[in-house]
């Protein structure tokens, strides 16, 4: 089955600096790769996502990129501000098989004012 | 903004005992799910619903585990005789079906201890 790793684990940022979180995937037939926040005492909540046949995406400070042939994609956030302090994961799925998102470990990020 | 609903948002029970988690999903969603997260590990999907069946299920979804859609709007998972393993956060999700089934939205899930 399908395996996410995500890194790294943990990220302490300046505010105003930019964060980068990797993950890679493990089955080429995956096609849909979302990134979740998940705040203190909160579910995880859908920020971006990107289909297989797109390389990049972006929405005001957020982007993914995603390089199929590696097998990898991350999340680019520019211009950090404390309330993206968070647990941000990824997953990978393959599109209308059940909707069965295999989750990476999470990042806790963390923005310094 | 419409969101999915979890009760309780903690549930302590003995080994052995049945539980039920409850779910209100969003109201015009068709897909409905279950992920749960043991402490330190990854988040781990057991089981999608949809038209009053399950449609995939992990093998963690074993006969211990069930889920039902009981009047329209609620969505629960039972777990028959709990295990000190069971212990986790268990999250539900829906889904609208459509050109955006993928996008999944959470509650803010449930921590069951088991005793």
């Known amino acids: 089955g399908e395996n996410v790793e995500q890194h790294p684990s943990t990220l302490s940022v300046q505010e105003g600096d930019s964060a980068v979180i990797k993950c890679t995937y493990s089955?080429?037939?995956?096609?849909?790769f979302p990134w979740y926040k998940q705040e203190l005492g909160k579910g995880p909540q859908l920020i971006i996502d990107?289909?297989?046949?797109?390389g990049e995406k972006k929405d005001q400070r957020i982007a993914v990129t995603l390089n199929k042939t590696a097998k990898h994609f991350s999340l680019h956030i520019t211009e950090t501000q404390p309330e993206d302090s968070a647990v941000y994961f990824c997953?990978?799925?393959?599109?209308?098989?059940?909707?069965?998102?295999?989750f990476g470990g999470g990042t806790r990020l963390m923005v310094k004012p | 903004e419409p969101e999915v609903t979890q009760t309780p948002s903690h549930q302590v029970t003995q080994m052995g005992q049945e539980v039920i988690l409850r779910c209100v999903p969003i109201?015009?969603?068709?897909?409905f799910y279950w992920y749960r997260q043991i402490l330190g590990q990854k988040v781990e999907f057991l089981v999608s619903?949809?038209?009053?069946?399950?449609?995939?299920k992990s093998e963690i979804f074993d006969d211990q585990f069930s889920v039902e859609r009981p009047d329209g709007s609620n969505f629960t998972l039972k777990i028959r005789s709990t295990k000190l393993e069971d212990s986790a956060m268990y999250f539900c999700?829906?889904?609208?079906?459509?050109?955006?089934?993928?996008?999944?939205?959470f509650g803010s899930g449930t921590q069951l201890s088991v005793l």
């Open positions: 999700a829906s889904s609208p079906g459509g050109a955006t089934n993928e996008k999944l939205f």
């Open positions: 089955d080429s037939a995956s096609n849909y």
């Open positions: 990107i289909r297989s046949n797109v």
């Open positions: 997953a990978a799925s393959i599109h209308n098989a059940g909707n069965m998102l295999t």
């Open positions: 109201s015009n969603h068709l897909y």
């Open positions: 619903f949809y038209n009053n069946e399950i449609s995939e």
